[in-house]
């Protein structure tokens, strides 16, 4: 199929009447005007998007707090306001968010309706501002590929057409990504990823690599700061240890699939879509909430907290209420179960959170748990390289995203763990690379809609 891309005539005179090229490159040119317009104004909706998300669900706590009500009880305040009124208004803003980003680009050319975008963005702020479980890649990145969407479509009579309106699409995810994470090669490439299992095109890749690139760029002058800050020992990991790290990598790869028939087991339980929604989001919150503050109020909402004790092994946060006496991996493994239990329940039930960073903290304690089975001290390299290889496995087996979890991973944790991100990644994914989550929500969004 032959490629074209057109911008507005008199910007075409300006740039081309006195340069003398050819046609193949004249066309390099003008693609190159468009991604970089495209990518740049993204990546700006992309700070903005986000870290205004940020802001009201910051609000939201310290609101919840003036009342000192136990804080399994916040999320249902969530439930209430998605299942009785945002849902009611709009049923297609529930669930996660990627999937009908995977869905738009795969069927539609990245068309997202801005209706659904808007109530997907207060959806998302009454989930986890309410300390539903959940993480906020998926709400906010869905928000911000759909505004770009939106706009660049409405540029049309500028020369844009439905193919920079897919590009739009695919930036916006970019910047999201890149804004939550700082990861300004790794957050471009997951949203060209996480489309297709076996390719990837550089007429995606690129555009969104710029617009993941500009999304960082604009943070940090702005003075935001990236959501996941981690300090680790700038090390190489023992390499006597790399057996282990083997075996760290094919269990990341199995929980992933695990995670995946967690989720579809749940969907499949709840229906999802069909029936009374305020009931099963209700219904939904109540057991996911009730399970983590029971185990460990640290589990509830987006769990930030939990990262920073995983990565300095603070076992006050670490074991919440779950007896010393209880040796210390066991406690580490009830805490993933926990963690992956509640997160599916309260996307399966329909509210809107995401999978990317509760699959993160999952990956980082199956890491975790394994250097405490070896004793490995925890202020070394290889602690961090084993929590680093779970990060990378598991976000690349439950996503179907190797690349863009070993480069984020890197991007994250430095270059002294290229070695765990890159072998737990590619182990991770050739594991589950047929059953992903995502594979299965689009699955599930293309059966009810």
Not at 139 to 146: E, F, I, K, N, S
Not at 406 to 414: L, Q, S
Request: charged share 15%.
């Amino acid at each position: 199929m032959k490629i074209t891309a057109k911008i507005p005539g008199k910007i075409q005179k300006i740039i081309f009447s006195k340069i003398k090229i050819n046609k193949d490159t004249k066309i390099s040119y003008q693609y190159l005007i468009k991604w970089v317009f495209i990518s740049s104004l993204s990546g700006f909706l992309g700070v903005i998007i986000v870290h205004s998300f940020a802001f009201f669900i910051k609000k939201s706590y310290e609101f919840l707090q003036i009342f000192e009500l136990p804080l399994f009880l916040f999320p249902l305040i969530g439930a209430v306001i998605n299942g009785a009124l945002i849902y009611r208004i709009e049923p297609l803003a529930q669930g996660e968010g990627i999937p009908s980003y995977i869905k738009s680009l795969r069927n539609n050319m990245g068309v997202l309706s801005i209706k659904i975008t808007i109530f997907k963005y207060l959806a998302g702020i009454a989930t986890i501002s309410t300390y539903g479980n959940g993480g906020i890649v998926g709400p906010v990145g869905r928000v911000t590929a759909g505004v770009s969407s939106y706009i660049v479509d409405k540029l049309k009579k500028l020369g844009f057409t439905i193919e920079d309106v897919r590009t739009a699409t695919i930036c916006g995810m970019a910047a999201a990504v890149g804004t939550i994470f700082h990861t300004p090669i790794g957050g471009g490439i997951f949203a060209v990823e996480i489309i297709q299992k076996d390719k990837m095109g550089y007429k995606d890749l690129f555009p969104a690599i710029l617009s993941s690139s500009s999304a960082v760029y604009f943070a940090k002058a702005l003075g935001f700061k990236s959501f996941y800050q981690f300090f680790v020992v700038d090390e190489f990991m023992n390499l006597k240890m790399i057996g282990w790290l083997l075996v760290l990598a094919i269990i990341a790869g199995l929980a992933g699939g695990f995670y995946t028939w967690i989720y579809s087991t749940i969907s499949k339980l709840i229906k999802r879509g069909s029936g009374y929604i305020f009931i099963k989001v209700l219904t939904g919150t109540i057991i996911a909430s009730l399970l983590s503050w029971l185990i460990n109020p640290n589990l509830l909402g987006t769990s930030s907290s939990f990262m920073d004790a995983i990565l300095i092994k603070d076992m006050y946060i670490l074991r919440g209420n779950i007896s010393s006496s209880i040796p210390i991996f066991i406690t580490l493994i009830i805490m993933l179960l926990v963690k992956s239990l509640a997160n599916c329940i309260t996307v399966g039930s329909g509210m809107s959170a995401g999978f990317t960073g509760p699959a993160a903290i999952v990956g980082m304690l199956i890491g975790i748990t394994f250097a405490e089975i070896l004793n490995i001290d925890n202020s070394t390299a290889t602690h961090f390289a084993f929590i680093a290889a779970g990060f990378s496995g598991m976000l690349a087996s439950s996503m179907n995203i190797p690349i863009a979890a070993a480069v984020m991973t890197i991007e994250i944790f430095g270059l002294y763990y290229s070695l765990p991100a890159g072998l737990s990644a590619v182990i991770g994914f050739q594991i589950t690379r047929n059953k992903t989550i995502y594979e299965y929500e689009v699955k599930e969004i293309s059966s009810t809609s």
